[in-house]
C-alpha cells in the first residue's frame, strides 16, 4: 500500500532544496594546532574510537575470565540462550521495516536527482545504523550475561565491593564500545565521503539506527514487563520468596532485565549519541555561513566528542582507585556512593578538558567564542551530573518521597502506595522541569552574546543543540551507571535460581577450587542491597536520554523551519508558526493526542501478555516435590512474552510510522506543531512514568532489604505498587525517547515529500495514510484484548 502511493506522485517530485543538498565544507581547508588539516585531525581521532573498542574488549574478556561456580553458569547461559532467542526474533522484524524504509529513501533521493550508486550507498549507511543498534545491543546483553553470574559468586565472599565492581565495569565496557562504534562510523563518513554525499549519508544512519532502538525499546520494554509482573505477583499468589527457582515466570523476568533494561537502553544510547550528532551537523552545514566557520565548528565538535571518551575512561580509573581504596576491604558499603562519585569525576574533567581544549582547537575565533561555546556545552555536561541528583530526590532507597509511598502502605495498602507513587512521579516533572529551563536558559543567554550572531542564523537553536551534546558528553558512564541495574538484578536472581546453598557439600567444594569459605547469609543481602543502588541509577539515567532526545529534536525541527523559509520566505513562515494559524494550533493538539494513546497501548500490551503469562505461571507451578520449575516451562513463559512484545511492538510503531507521513502530508506548520508537542509533551510524561515507577520500585526494596518484611501484608501493598510501576519506568516512557527522534527524523524526508506534491495528492495520501494509522490504533487495543 505505502510503495503503491509513494509511486503514485514520483513523476510529480522535483528537485527539491533540503537534506538531499547538504553540502560538507572540505575539511581540509582549515588547520588546526600549528598545521594538522581538519581532516587529518579527525583521522586521528579514528585512534582514539580504537582505544575505545580495545577498552571495552578488554573489560569483556576479564569479566568472561572470573570465576564462577558451574550452577550459577549454567543459570546465566540459559539467560543468554533466551535472550540470544528473542534478539534474533526481533532481529527479523527489523529487516522488514528496513525494506520499507528503504523504499520511502529510494523514493526521496531519486526524485531529487540523485544517481543510482548514491542513493544505494545512503540506503547502506542506514543498515549500517541499524546494525549499529542491533550489534551494541548483542554485544550488551553477551556481557552482561557474564557479569550477572560472576558478580553472584564473587558476593559469596562476604565482601561487597566485587558485587560493585563486576556490573560497573561490565557497564563501562558497554558504554566506551557504543561511543567508539558510533563516533568510528560518522568520522568514516565525515572524512572519507565526498562532501556532497556526507550529509545524506548521515541522515540515512541516523534514521537507520533510529529504527533499530525504537523497535528494540519498544519490544524490549513490552517484554521485560511482562514477565516481571508475571513472575512477581505470583509472591502475591503462592506467598513465595523472590526470584524462587519453582516460578517458572523467573528465568523470562531475568530475560526481560536484558531485553528491556540492557538491549533496549544499549540500542537507545547508540542512537541517541548519533542523532544528536546528525543535529547538529545538520545545523552547522545550514546556518554557519562561511565555510571555514563551517570546518571549525565541525572539527570542534568531534574532537571535544573524541576527548570525553578519554575523559570517561580516565574518569573510571580515578574513581575505581579511589573506591577500591575506601571499601576494598569493607564489610558493608553505600553502593549508591562510588556511582554517584564516577558521575561527578567524569563531570567535573570534562568540564575541564571542554575548556582547555576549545582554547586549542577554536581559540582564535572572534569575540572568545571558545570560552562562550564550552559554557554552552557544560550546561549539557552539568546536566548529566546534576539531573541523576534530582533523579535520587524522587527514587533513591533514602528518599523521602519513596519514604512516604512506604509509610503510605503500612495502613492503606496497595491503594495509598499507588497515589503516594504518582505523587512522586508529578513532584519530580515540576522540578526536572525548571532544571531543564534553566540549563537551556543560560545557553540560551549565551548564544545572545557579541560573536553568535554573526557566525549564524538562530545561535540560540545551536546552543540547544550543545546543550543535548553535553547532555551525552560523557556517554560512556551514562551508560555505564545504566547498565549497572540489569546486572545486579539478574545477580541476585540466578543467585536463587542456582540452588547453590542445596548443593552436597558446597562449602567444601568451593574452598577446595576457589580457597575461600562462601557466606550465603551475607551474600543475600549484599546482593539485595546492590540491586537497590541498581534501581536507582536505572532511574537517573532515563531522563538524561529523554531530555537529550527533546533537546536535540529542537535542532532537527529547525532544519524543517529552515527548509520552509528557504521555500516560502521568512515572513511567511513565521506568520503561520503562531497559534494565530489553526493548522499549528491543531498540530500542538495532535502531538499531545499520539503521546497519550501511545502510553496507553504500550501498558495495554503489557497488562494483556502479563495476564497470559500469570494464567500459564497459575495452572503449571508446582510447589511440592520439585526444587526447580522445568526449563520447557521457563521456555513457555518466554515464549509468551516474546510473542505479546512482537504483537504490541508492531502495532506500536506501525502506528508512530503512518501518523508521521499522514500529518506530513496535511500541512507543514501542523507537522511542526506535531513534531513540537510530542517533544515536549513525551518529556513530562515520560518524567513522570519513569520517576513514579522508580519510587514504586524502591518503595520495595525498602520493605524487602531494610525492613525485612518480605511476605507481609505491607509487602504485598508494595509488590501491587512495583507491578503499576514496571511498564511506567521499564516500558512507556522509555520508549518515547527513541519515538520522538525517530518521528523527528523520519519526518524530514517525509515533509519534504510532501512539500512537492499536489494539493490533491497530498490531502488523499494524507487521509489513506491516516486511516491506515486508525487501523492500527484500533488493532493496539482489540488484537491484545483480554478475553
Known amino acids: 500500500m505505502l510503495l503503491s502511493l509513494v509511486l503514485t506522485f514520483v513523476a510529480t517530485v522535483s528537485a527539491f532544496a533540503s537534506e538531499a543538498n547538504l553540502m560538507l565544507p572540505d575539511l581540509s581547508s582549515v588547520s588546526f594546532l600549528g598545521g594538522i588539516s581538519g581532516a587529518a585531525l579527525l583521522k586521528l581521532g579514528l585512534l582514539v574510537c580504537v582505544f575505545g573498542l580495545i577498552f571495552g574488549f578488554i573489560q569483556f574478556k576479564s569479566i568472561k575470565n572470573l570465576p564462577v561456580h558451574k550452577s550459577m553458569l549454567e543459570v ?56 549499529g543498534s542491533y550489534a551494541v545491543a548483542w554485544f550488551g546483553m553477551r556481557i552482561n550475561t557474564f557479569a550477572n553470574s560472576r558478580a553472584a559468586f564473587a558476593s559469596l565472599k562476604g565482601k561487597p565491593f566485587p558485587t560493585f565492581a563486576i556490573p560497573l565495569k561490565s557497564g563501562m565496557s558497554i558504554g566506551m564500545l557504543l561511543i567508539s562504534i558510533e563516533l568510528f562510523v560518522m568520522l568514516i563518513i565525515l572524512v572519507f565521503v565526498p562532501g556532497n554525499l556526507a550529509g545524506p549519508c548521515f541522515i540515512g544512519f541516523a534514521i537507520g539506527e533510529s529504527l533499530g532502538a ?30 524462587d527457582a519453582r516460578n517458572p515466570g523467573v528465568i523470562a523476568d531475568c530475560t526481560g532485565d536484558n531485553a528491556g533494561d540492557s538491549v533496549g537502553p544499549t540500542a537507545d544510547g547508540f542512537e541517541t549519541y548519533g542523532v544528536t550528532g546528525v543535529a547538529l551537523v545538520t545545523f552547522v552545514v545550514l546556518a554557519v555561513r562561511e565555510p571555514q566557520t563551517q570546518v571549525k565548528l565541525l572539527v570542534w565538535i568531534f574532537v571535544m566528542r573524541l576527548m570525553m571518551l578519554i575523559a570517561s575512561a580516565v574518569s573510571y580509573w580515578i574513581n ?39 582554547n586549542l582547537i577554536i ?20 546536566a548529566g551530573a546534576i539531573i541523576p541528583e534530582v533523579v535520587k530526590i524522587f527514587t533513591s532507597t533514602t528518599s523521602s518521597f519513596v519514604k512516604n509511598v512506604v509509610n503510605s502502605s503500612k495502613n492503606g495498602g496497595a ?52 546543550v543535548a551534546f553535553g547532555f551525552l558528553g560523557m556517554g560512556p558512564v551514562t551508560i555505564a551507571v545504566d547498565s549497572y541495574g540489569p546486572v545486579t538484578d539478574n545477580a541476585q536472581s540466578v543467585y536463587e535460581l542456582s540452588l547453590i546453598e542445596n548443593v552436597p557439600n558446597i562449602k567444601e567444594e568451593i574452598k577446595k577450587d576457589f580457597g575461600f569459605e562462601p557466606n550465603f547469609d551475607k551474600s543475600k543481602i549484599t546482593l539485595e542491597e546492590n540491586d537497590g543502588a541498581g534501581n536507582t541509577f536505572k532511574a537517573t ?33 513565521s506568520e503561520s508558526l503562531s497559534l494565530l494559524h489553526a493548522p499549528f494550533l491543531l498540530g500542538l493538539i495532535a502531538g499531545g493526542a499520539v503521546i497519550y494513546w501511545f502510553t496507553g497501548a504500550s501498558n495495554h500490551a503489557v497488562t494483556s501478555g502479563a495476564y497470559k503469562a500469570v494464567e500459564y505461571i497459575k495452572d503449571n507451578m508446582k510447589l511440592d516435590g520439585v526444587t526447580k520449575a522445568s526449563t520447557e516451562q521457563s521456555k513457555k513463559v518466554v515464549e509468551i512474552c516474546t510473542q505479546y512484545a512482537q504483537k504490541g511492538m508492531f502495532n506500536l510503531f ?100 510532501a512539500l512537492v506534491v499536489p494539493s490533491t495528492i497530498s490531502i488523499v495520501c494524507a487521509i489513506v495514510f491516516f486511516v491506515i494509522s486508525l487501523v492500527f490504533v484500533v488493532k493496539s487495543f482489540t488484537s491484545m484484548l483480554i478475553k
Open 363 to 382: 581559540g582564535d575565533l572572534a569575540n572568545g567564542l571558545w570560552w562562550k561555546l564550552s559554557i554552552i556545552i557544560t550546561c549539557g555536561t552539568m
Open 214 to 243: 525504537s523497535v528494540l525499546r519498544i519490544a524490549g520494554g513490552i517484554f521485560t514487563k511482562i514477565a516481571d509482573i508475571g513472575s512477581d505477583l505470583m509472591k502475591i499468589v503462592f506467598n513465595i520468596k523472590e526470584d
Open 654 to 753: 506501525l502506528v508512530i510510522f503512518f501518523s508521521t507521513i499522514a500529518f506530513a502530508f496535511i500541512e507543514p506548520y501542523f507537522f511542526i506543531g506535531y513534531l513540537i508537542s510530542i517533544a515536549l509533551f513525551g518529556l513530562f510524561q515520560a518524567i513522570f512514568m519513569a520517576n513514579a515507577g522508580g519510587a514504586w520500585d524502591n518503595a520495595k526494596k525498602i520493605v524487602e532489604v531494610d525492613m525485612r518484611e518480605k511476605g507481609s501484608e505491607l509487602h504485598k501493598a508494595t509488590v501491587v505498587g512495583d507491578t503499576v510501576g514496571d511498564p511506567f519506568k521499564d516500558t512507556s516512557s522509555v520508549a518515547l525517547n527513541p519515538i520522538i527522534k525517530f518521528t523527528t527524523l523520519f519526518g524530514l524526508l517525509a515533509l519534504e515529500l
Open 541 to 573: 539515567a532515563k531522563p538524561v536520554l529523554i531530555g537529550t532526545a527533546v533537546v536535540g529534536a529542537t535542532t532537527m525541527i529547525f532544519s524543517i523551519i529552515f527548509t520552509l523559509m528557504n521555500e516560502r520566505g521568512i515572513s511567511a513562515v
Open 320 to 358: 575505581g582507585a579511589l573506591a577500591k581504596a575506601k571499601y576494598g576491604n569493607a564489610d558493608k558499603m553505600n553502593f549508591e556512593a562510588p556511582l554517584t562519585s564516577l558521575v561527578w569525576i567524569t563531570s567535573v574533567v570534562s568540564v575541564i578538558l571542554t575548556f582547555v581544549v576549545s
Open 76 to 131: 546465566s547461559e540459559l539467560i543468554y540462550e533466551t535472550c540470544k532467542t528473542y534478539l534474533v526474533t526481533q532481529g527479523k522484524f527489523i529487516i522488514i521495516l528496513e525494506v520499507l524504509l528503504a523504499v520511502i529513501i529510494a523514493v526521496y533521493f531519486a526524485n531529487t536527482g540523485f544517481e543510482f550508486y548514491k542513493i544505494a550507498i545512503i540506503i547502506l549507511c542506514s543498515i549500517i545504523g541499524i546494525l
Open 415 to 466: 491503594s495509598l502506595n499507588i497515589l503516594a507513587g504518582l505523587t512522586s512521579g508529578n513532584f519530580s516533572a515540576y522540578w526536572m522541569g525548571l532544571v531543564i529551563i534553566l540549563l537551556m536558559a543560560i545557553a540560551y543567554a549565551i548564544s545572545s552574546l557579541t560573536g553568535f550572531s554573526e557566525l549564524m542564523s538562530y545561535p540560540a537553536v545551536f546552543a540547544f543543540g550543545l
